[in-house]
């Protein structure tokens, strides 16, 4: 079994970010499990605390140490990647976790280019392995779909099985 850990870099209860993840968790082929994660509780990233339990860091970085990959959809703002999701990547750099952790990346907006090229040098200098052919954009930004909607819509709901599947098998061969 193949385990993916997936974050939203969203906290909106309406996010189409958070609503394609929960999607892809539904349609994960057989020999896939992703597990929807949450960055929502992470305090401002403060390295002087790097030393302090934090619970909801603790519990991410567990997470992500045992999945076999990493599934992330951001939305964009101001021409970058979200506040919550680069607080989260920062409290990950001086982990060992993320370091030659495969990564697939999600775009909702096809509009959001700016954030997908921050989030691709992001990760590419933590040491993520980002695998290009399993990164999608899904034109989801004024669909009005949830994550039902988006596991019914069968032209996206092919897309994201593809994806999840090209991801699987590379991180199968690792």
């Known amino acids: 079994m193949i385990h993916f850990l997936a974050l939203s870099g969203s906290l ?3 996010s189409y970010n958070t609503a394609v993840l929960q999607a892809m968790a539904t349609l994960a082929p057989d020999g896939i499990a992703i597990q ?10 403060n390295p002087d605390l790097e030393d302090q339990p934090i619970p909801a860091l603790e519990l991410l970085r567990s997470q992500l140490q045992q999945a076999d990959g990493l599934i992330i959809a ?8 979200s506040g919550p999701l680069k607080n989260a990547l920062d409290w ?3 982990g060992t976790e993320f370091p030659y952790k495969p990564v697939m990346l999600v775009n909702t907006s ?5 954030a997908l090229a921050s989030l691709r040098e992001i990760i590419t200098t933590m040491s993520g392995q980002i695998v290009e ?3 999608i954009t899904v034109p989801l930004l004024g669909s009005g779909l949830d994550a039902h909607g988006i596991v019914e819509n069968q032209a996206i709901a092919e897309v994201l099985v593809d994806a999840v599947k090209t991801f699987g098998e590379v991180c199968r061969e690792r």
């Open 74 to 81: 951001s939305p964009e703002y101001a021409h970058g990647v």
């Open 110 to 114: 096809p509009r959001a280019s700016h």
């Open 92 to 94: 990950l750099v001086s």
């Open 36 to 45: 929807i994660g949450s960055i929502a509780e992470l305090p401002l990233f």
């Open 133 to 135: 052919p399993a990164c």
């Open 12 to 14: 909106c209860k309406s």
